[in-house]
């Protein structure tokens, strides 16, 4: 089953009507600069607000270790997703709450950057490795990720991502999730219901599709 993630969730009724609809991981951005910046308070009332089977993440860029690991502790976060020039060094640092987000900007770069902070040696597939987030140009070829995302749990995420892509992009690249923010919004960091549902929907029923073809 291909997990589903929201990030940029602001608020508590947004994280509540994504659990409802199935998704399995929202996040919460601690960068200022997003105009989908929350508090740590604001975290704790989303992280109350979720059900014990839909994970919380945090999403970093380039903050000090040392306050993402106060953060991970004081906001329970399931996941540390770190977005900015962080090293190698410093995901393991934190592991294993940690995992590196990536953009791609040219589809032959994207298994480049996966070894850059995977390897090649496949590892656990219970927790997602890395997020790689092709851009609009990049993402005309979701085929980059299939040969890595057979190794990792990757979460591929793309502004291109949507109810109407996601599922020609999970069967060909066949990620660990996706991760979905603007094609899910009524404004941002604010919760579109039915666009909410139609992405799951779309998602769920290319693992449908998936399960179908194994079978037969």
């Given amino acids: 089953m291909t997990h589903i993630k929201i990030s940029g969730i602001t608020d508590p009724e947004d994280a509540r009507l994504a659990a409802r609809l199935g998704v399995d991981m929202v996040a919460c951005v601690f960068y200022a600069r997003s105009q989908r910046y929350v508090t740590q308070s604001a975290a704790w009332a989303i992280r109350r607000a979720l059900p014990g089977h839909v994970a919380l993440v945090g999403i970093f860029v380039d903050t000090p270790l040392p306050i993402v690991q106060q953060v991970t502790y004081h906001c ?52 997602p490795a890395m997020l790689v987030n092709l851009t609009r140009e990049a993402r005309e070829r979701w085929s980059c ?67 179908d073809d194994a079978a037969g």
């Fill in 76 to 127: 329970r976060l399931d996941h540390v997703q770190l977005f900015g020039s962080e090293t190698r060094a410093d995901v393991e640092a934190i592991r294993p709450h940690a995992f590196k987000a990536v953009t791609v900007t040219q589809p032959e770069l994207a298994e480049r950057a996966v070894r850059a902070f995977l390897g090649t040696r496949g590892g656990r597939h219970d927790a």
């Fill in 145 to 211: 990720l299939a040969t890595a995302a057979g190794r990792h749990p990757l979460l591929l995420a793309s502004p291109a991502l949507s109810a109407t892509t996601a599922g020609a992009a999970i069967r060909i690249a066949q990620p660990w999730g996706v991760d979905v923010w603007e094609a899910v919004e009524a404004s941002p960091g604010r919760l579109d219901p039915e666009r909410v549902a139609a992405f799951v929907d779309a998602v769920r029923a290319a693992d449908t599709a998936a399960a």
